[in-house]
């Protein structure tokens, strides 16, 4: 399945849009392709990393799949999407297109690297179920330093999977897989954050009809109300500024051509 990019010009970001139930054929064309391969996903704080973060915006720039992750960035899509195009499948989350990976033809290793022991020994365990005669390892992402990086990739490499769910938190996972690009084994990396929780159990993943409406914020503030209050109520306004710059540098420039 071939896949293009769309520029959301509101958010000067780019994004991949993909339908959920599409997942399965892009991730078995990445596979089959071969080669180091990322997909990542686009909500209001990454697309405030990106702007604010070199390496950030350059894993990114160099994603096979930016995919649609959060409601501000979907409607910002699909407002400026070809009428009758859009629907509400093309916004992704990483527990969206985790759970089709049992139709990912050629997928038979699969790393989990990230959250705390006991998260990480669940989530294995689970996609266990969901890839019968698959191999699942896990390394856990607690304590996590220049030294636990370097062990977890010799033993990538010497595990060689197919596809390696990284959930170490934003920004930490984005500079690991950039600053150890040329180090990880080939195979398809997976930016899914807090996923690794929801597919263990450990955290609660919010109703689907509510992220439908657009509350899933809502729902995270509840349960992590001083994690989430930064990136809710204050986070945006960030974004709101560091765009107003760009554009007010650009339109300087461009006058004074």
């Known amino acids: 399945m071939t896949v293009g990019r769309d520029r959301l010009r509101l958010l000067d970001v780019e994004v991949t849009a993909v339908p959920e139930h599409g997942m399965a054929d892009v991730l078995s064309g990445l596979i089959a392709a071969g080669g180091r391969r990322t997909v990542v996903g686009h909500n209001l704080h990454s697309c405030y990393l990106y702007h604010t973060l070199p390496d950030f915006r350059a894993l990114y720039d160099s994603a096979d799949v930016v995919l649609l992750d959060g409601a501000p960035v979907y409607t910002v899509w699909k407002r400026q999407a070809s009428a009758g195009a859009p629907d509400s499948s093309y916004r992704v989350g990483s527990t969206d297109w985790i759970k089709h990976l049992g139709s990912v033809a050629g997928l038979d290793r699969v790393a989990v690297v990230g959250t705390?022991?006991?998260?990480?020994?669940?989530a294995c365990r689970r996609?266990?179920?969901?890839?019968?005669?698959?191999?699942?390892?896990?390394?856990?992402?607690?304590?996590?330093?220049?030294?636990?990086?370097?062990?977890?990739?010799?033993?990538l490499q010497a595990f060689g999977p197919n596809l390696v769910l990284v959930g170490?938190?934003?920004?930490l996972q984005e500079s690991f897989l950039w600053q150890r690009r040329d180090d990880l084994p080939d195979a398809v990396y997976g930016a899914v954050g807090g996923a690794l929780d929801q597919i263990s159990g450990h955290q609660r993943l919010a109703p689907r009809w509510l992220g439908r409406l657009g509350f899933e914020w809502l729902w995270r503030l509840i349960l992590s109300p001083r994690r989430v209050f930064g990136r809710v109520f204050l986070e945006p306004w960030k974004l709101a500024a560091v765009l107003a710059r760009r554009k007010f540098r650009s339109t300087k420039t461009g006058t004074s051509k």
């Open 168 to 171: 170490l938190g934003m920004p």
């Open 116 to 122: 705390n022991e006991l998260s990480n020994a669940e």
């Open 127 to 155: 996609l266990e179920v969901l890839l019968p005669g698959a191999k699942v390892l896990g390394w856990a992402g607690q304590d996590w330093d220049a030294d636990r990086e370097s062990a977890v990739v010799d033993e």
